[in-house]
């Protein structure tokens, strides 16, 4: 079946495109409300970010899913999914109208920082709910397929939240501030609760367990589970090389994303012009995400002609070249291109990664692999951005950060090529 015909089969289902309408609203307003945080935490006149606001700023998106992700599981085969995507979209508006409050009266960074973390904790439960609801919808057979289709149709709504949001900050009178546009996101976020009231509300499970344990001992649980998880990733050295692969590649990622940053912030344009700024920023994300999505076409290819391992060196090598022959340059044609390179390379190590460990680890330990998989990809993301507070400069313009970033990468492959040649273990 071809994509667009599958797409055609998919939304003719009518409880697939509720589902589906839901990711979409929810999805795009979080686009909106992550676009104006980024305007106000990096490019407000009267802020001066440095490496360090920026690290708190990812912590604050990033940890909440490193964190909740492993335990969110055990409420949602328990609480009614469609009542979750109901009042979970209506709570999540109370942090971000207080966001919106905190922005406007200029309130201290580390309230904002506790607001942001409890709206996206509550966004990591929707979306893991999304997810467990998707197989009551479509059929088992059509349930790859839609694996694919919702979180690229997600990512698609975000990227438009993201250019919503900043074509209303150029409106002119208060509806551009940064504090109207977060306000904006709570009507995405009510506009998802009343989509989701369209589907019945037992459509979307839980069935009914019999002898289901206490809360408290599934949570203790979990946390026995990611132990056995590795443990047994320790048996399993082509997984076990696949995530540190991804450590890797996510750390030396990280130092480039904040360098950027500041690169456009207070290098590539006048500090004072935030807004030239925040657009030259916006046009490097979208072309990162041309990367990202050639990725997905180019990675199925490369992965079958030469195999993941090969596909992933070649990936990082590539990034190696971009950080050190187009970053180096310091000027944004080279940056953009450079972004495109690392857009692609992200993607397209990730993807590997996921089949490298999902033909690596036992059907019974997947589901564990995979939570400490998460962690490990937004963990070292956020230790990149620690990191970034202690060496890189202000304006972001730092010839040996980016050597050093181009030799991470080179080592991260070399030693994943080490590891590449040796015989993989037979699973047992």
Known sequence: MSGTRGLRHLLAGQRFRQLFAVRLSSQFADGIFQAALASYVLFSP??????????LALAAVLLPFSVLGPFVGVFLDRWNRRQILVFGNLVRTVPVAATALVISSG???????????????????????????????????????????????????????????????????????????????????????????????????????VDQPA??????????????????????????????VI?????????STVATILLYRNYLNEPADTEAGLAGLSLAVAVSGVGFFLAAVLT???????????????????????????????SERSLLLAAFVLGLA?????????????TSIDDAFRGRVFSIYDVVFNVAFVAAAAVAVLVVPPDGRSTGLLAGIS??????????AVWARRPAPALT
């Open 107 to 209: 309130a201290h960074d580390v309230l904002l920082a506790v607001l942001v973390i409890a709206a996206l904790a509550v966004n990591r439960f929707l979306l893991a709910g999304l997810s467990a609801a998707l197989p009551r919808v479509v059929s088992a057979h059509d349930l790859v397929l839609a694996n694919s289709v919702t979180p690229t149709g997600g990512t698609v709504a975000f990227l438009l939240g993201l250019g919503a949001a900043t074509g209303v900050r150029h409106m002119p009178g208060p509806g551009g501030a940064d504090s109207s546009v977060v306000l904006l996101a709570t009507a995405g976020y009510c506009a998802a609760a009343a989509l989701a009231t369209r589907m019945p509300v037992t459509l979307l499970g839980p069935d009914a367990a």
């Open 247 to 255: 450590a890797g590649h996510r750390f030396f990622y990280g130092l």
């Open 346 to 358: 992200s993607q397209g190590v990730k993807i590997c990664v996921d089949t490298l460990v999902q």
């Open 215 to 244: 809360i408290r001992q599934e949570v203790k649980a979990v946390v026995v589970g990611l132990a056995a998880g590795l443990r047994h990733l320790q048996r399993r050295s082509r997984a076990a090389a696949a995530l540190a």
């Open 407 to 416: 030799v991470g990468y080179a080592a991260t492959a070399v030693s994943y």
């Open 300 to 330: 199925p290819y490369a992965a079958r002609r030469w195999g993941s391992p090969t596909w992933i060196l070649v990936l990082l090598g590539s990034a190696s070249v971009a950080s050190a022959c187009l970053g180096l340059l310091f």
């Open 46 to 55: 009267e802020r001066q970010p440095d490496a360090g606001a920026i690290a």
